[in-house]
C-alpha cells in the first residue's frame, strides 16, 4: 500500500539509454545510425535495425573496428563505441583463392567438403601446400584445415590455399635438411672451384 510521503524510485532501463552511435549497412529494414551504451549487443543492434531482410546471410554479420575486422561468435557480443556493422546478403556463392588452378567463386551446395571446392576449383597448383588451408567464414572467424578434421563449408565463406614454402616442401625435419643441403652445396662449390685452380696451374705451366 502506497502512502502520502512515500518515495516510489523507478530504475531506469539503460539497455536503449544512448550513449553513442555506430554505422548499420546491409541487409536490415532500418540502415543508418543506431545509438547504443556499453551494455548494446549485436542482438540489440538487429532488433534497433528492425530485424534483418529475407536477403540477409545467415550469420554474414561483419563487425569493423579501428578498420579492423572483428571475428565474433555469438549475438552477445558487445558492440563499441564507432563499430559499424554490415549485414552481408545471400550470394549462393563460396570463394576460392590461393593455390588453385581457377581462383574465383564456386556455387555453394551444402554438404560439399572444403576438398569438394578446391576439387571445383581446378584442383591445386604445382605450388600449393595442401596441408595449410585456411577457411574464413562470413563472421571472421578463420579455421585452419585439418587433415582428420576438416572444417564446414558455410555459404559466403572464404577457402584459402597457401603457397608451398622451402621449409612445408622439405618435411618434418625442416631445418637439419636444409643445413646439410647447404653443406653439401657448399662442399661441392669448393670442390669445382679447386679442380679449376689445379686445371689453371697446369695449363699454365
Known amino acids: 500500500k502506497i ?7 523507478i530504475a531506469p532501463s539503460n539497455k536503449f539509454d544512448p550513449i553513442s552511435s555506430v554505422i548499420v549497412t546491409g ?18 543492434i538487429i532488433e534497433l535495425s528492425g530485424g534483418i531482410t529475407n536477403y540477409a546471410l545467415p550469420e554474414g554479420i561483419e563487425i569493423f573496428r579501428d578498420s579492423l575486422k572483428i571475428a565474433w561468435e555469438d549475438r552477445n557480443f558487445i558492440i563499441s563505441e564507432n563499430d559499424s556493422i554490415n549485414f552481408l546478403r545471400k550470394t549462393g556463392l563460396v570463394k576460392v583463392e590461393g593455390e ?13 567438403s572444403l576438398k569438394k571446392y578446391i576439387y571445383k576449383a581446378g584442383g591445386y597448383t604445382a605450388f600449393a601446400e595442401d596441408k595449410n588451408i585456411l577457411i574464413v567464414y562470413p563472421n571472421g572467424i578463420a579455421i585452419p584445415y585439418k587433415r582428420f578434421k576438416s572444417p564446414k563449408v558455410l555459404e559466403g565463406s572464404t577457402i584459402i590455399v597457401k603457397q608451398r614454402t622451402l621449409s612445408g616442401y622439405m618435411g618434418e625435419n625442416n631445418s637439419t635438411n636444409f643445413s646439410t643441403i647447404t653443406a653439401q652445396a657448399s662442399s661441392f662449390a669448393t670442390s669445382i672451384l679447386s679442380l679449376i685452380l689445379i686445371m689453371n696451374q697446369l695449363n699454365g705451366s
Open 27 to 44: 541487409e536490415v529494414r532500418k540502415p543508418g545510425s543506431v545509438a547504443i551504451n556499453y551494455k548494446t549487443t549485436l542482438s540489440d
Open 100 to 112: 588453385v588452378n581457377l581462383p574465383g567463386y564456386i556455387s555453394y551446395k551444402k554438404g560439399y
Open 3 to 9: 502512502l502520502n510521503g512515500d518515495h516510489i524510485n
